[in-house]
């Protein structure tokens, strides 16, 4: 009796795994729900009927894509298995692959699934799966690198399915048509079939050949709509191309510079002030008989005052203020009822009320774009010298969220001030301080002199180094002094003092640092009239300048950037972009000293910029 008792245990273990064994004959594959992508890759190896077994790894993948857990669904998707899928089970299974693809950004899946698909795929799907299956189509080309292609297959879209909204799809016909390098888009405009094709291509092609500001591009747009009437997108316009059209009859005519004239802030308030009235009159799209132009002194009284007094007068725009104190008088109110465009910024906590825009020459911008940078060049590990006090404070604050952000990794902060012992402070960045501490610790300890030479700190890959010129200049020797030499050196535009100086520059020889167009860009008209005329054109001042120049500009393209994603001016003081809350930022050029001079590096810039004048 013990002997069969043991028995039957194992007689129904064996059971159990010969079930378990044998081609998973208990699992019932149209509702199992797998616990892992590995244990559904498993279960279907061993199902004998391949097809069976595609329709439930799909299922499982589209259960995971259900709970947004894509990187399970990638695996599963991308197995041998699915590869051989035919017919509709290979239709569901890329309409899958192409969903992950997007949601996990994943660009070489993405270019994997565009190799297998042409314009006309997505019309294989039922047509309450057409506008769906397009747009994870076209957004599979554009994750690919092939924006054209995904323009054909919207515009495609467009003429399949009459219940898809134009405006939507024109809008995303124009953004990948805007990304066709245009060497392609001048081949495929030549060999263009088909009316509508046709006419999307040639609108990209006028807009792509111009060289015009930007009034004279609505004026292209509006050309192009009245020589293809009956085309589509001549009916509704992209909301980008309309915006550009109707600029002109948008602008403000009547406009107020708010500006210190007198005071500690005067020179500033002058040379934004030169820099906005010499814009004004070296645009020649300015209709000059409606627009009016006054000029106000913001240094003698509040701000909020002055602008109560100018909000019940007629004015379409104010530029200004620059004291940051008088921009924050506004953050109170909850709508400007005229729309501000303050030449500073306001506190991080501070939320902007409807109608204030912001813009200004911020070091944040320098120091997010030098982080930038870091990560573009492949450095992970940095270290930091920064100036004490509040300018300092928010650099600082900067460029250590950004290099989070980008995954660089500061291992010291060393902050200093002017008078300080720039020597001492060197030694403490790199870690020659800590070196040299260390040995005095072991003679102490075994009580013998030790031969010593202090050395560097090993890990680093870099330095940013934020300094004015006549510190830049004892930092960077420094380096070499204390064998870190061979770091590279990032820096803000406040090392470079904006005038060459090769003999005073020589010891920042191959420090890297980003500047304005103003100060960098070889060829630049508006720069060449200032010189011969105006004083402040150089320099800091200079600087300013161009921060009044781009004024001008913004001023006219305000809703543009608004309401257009992406939308950028091609300013002189940087690249010119707008967040959500109305803040302007700016991408900036980069240069490298050489010989004591600065020359510019390659610049990555798109050519999709909105032009300035």
Request: hydrophobic share 40%; with cysteine.
């Amino acid at each position: 009796m013990m002997t069969h008792s043991n028995s039957l245990p194992m007689f129904t273990l064996l059971a159990v795994l010969m079930t378990l064994f044998s081609g998973c004959a208990s699992i019932n594959l149209d509702t199992h729900v797998a616990d892992t992508p590995e244990q559904a890759l498993a279960i279907a190896a061993d199902e004998n009927d391949t097809q069976r077994a595609q329709r439930y790894l799909l299922r499982i993948a589209s259960n995971y894509q259900s709970k947004d857990n894509h990187t399970a669904a990638r695996t599963i998707l991308q197995d041998d298995l699915l590869k051989s899928a035919k017919g509709q089970a290979l239709e569901q299974q890329r309409l899958l692959a192409m969903a992950s693809a997007i949601e996990l950004e994943d660009r070489a899946w993405a270019k994997e699934l565009a190799a297998t698909i042409d314009t006309e795929n997505f019309l294989n799907y039922p047509s309450d799966l057409l506008p769906r299956a397009a747009n994870l189509q076209a957004q599979t080309q554009a994750l690919a690198g092939k924006p054209f292609e995904a323009a054909m297959t919207l515009i495609l879209l467009g003429q399949a399915d009459s219940s898809v909204g134009p405006q939507s799809v024109h809008d995303k016909i124009w953004n990948q048509l805007k990304n066709v390098d245009s060497k392609k888009l001048q081949a495929n405009t030549n060999n263009a079939i088909g009316f509508e094709n046709q006419g999307w291509l040639e609108l990209a092609m006028t807009l792509r050949n111009s060289d015009s500001n930007l009034d004279a591009q609505g004026r292209l747009i509006r050309q192009w709509q009245n020589n293809w009437p009956g085309h589509p997108a001549a009916q509704t316009l992209p909301k980008e191309l309309a915006l550009m059209a109707d600029i002109s009859s948008s602008r403000p005519e009547n406009i107020v510079l708010a500006l210190p004239l007198e005071g500690p802030l005067a020179s500033a308030g002058k040379a934004i002030r030169d820099g906005f009235i010499a814009a004004y009159y070296k645009d020649t799209s300015t209709n000059r008989s409606k627009t009016d132009i006054r000029v106000v002194d913001t240094a003698d009284r509040p701000f909020r005052d002055l602008y109560s007094e100018l909000s019940n007068s007629k004015v379409d725009l104010i530029v200004g203020p620059l004291e940051k104190d008088g921009l924050t008088e506004l953050a109170d109110m909850n709508t400007l009822p005229v729309p501000v465009l303050g030449l500073n910024y306001l506190p991080g906590d501070s939320k902007a009320p409807d109608g204030l825009y912001q813009y200004g020459l911020s070091a944040e911008d320098e120091a997010r774009q030098i982080a930038e940078q870091l990560a573009e060049d492949g450095i992970t590990r940095i270290l930091a010298l920064i100036p004490n006090g509040e300018w300092g404070d928010r650099v600082s604050a900067a460029l250590t969220n950004k290099l989070q952000e980008t995954g660089v990794t500061a291992l010291h902060v060393q902050r200093f001030f002017p008078e300080d012992n720039l020597r001492a402070i060197s030694a403490d960045v790199l870690g020659v301080t800590a070196s040299r501490q260390r040995a005095i610790n072991v003679e102490r300890t075994i009580g013998l002199n030790v031969e010593f030479e202090p050395r560097p700190r090993q890990d680093a890959e870099a330095i940013v180094m934020v300094a004015a010129p006549t510190i830049a200049r004892q930092f960077k020797p420094l380096f070499a002094f204390y064998f870190a030499g061979n770091l590279p050196v990032y820096a803000p535009s406040i090392t470079y003092e904006g005038v060459p100086n090769p003999s005073r520059d020589r010891d920042l020889n191959n420090v890297m640092f980003t500047d304005i167009p103003w100060v960098l860009a070889e060829d630049n008209p508006l720069r060449g009239d200032a010189e011969q005329y105006l004083s402040g054109t150089k320099g800091q001042l200079g600087r300013l300048f161009a921060m009044g120049a781009d004024a001008w500009q913004l001023s006219k393209r305000l809703p543009l950037l608004q309401q257009v994603k992406d939308a950028a001016i091609d300013g002189h003081t940087g690249t010119l972009t707008m967040t959500p809350a109305g803040a302007i930022h700016r991408e900036q050029l980069w240069a490298k000293f050489v010989n004591g001079t600065p020359e510019v590096l390659k610049s990555k810039a798109p050519d999709t910029l909105v032009p300035g004048e």
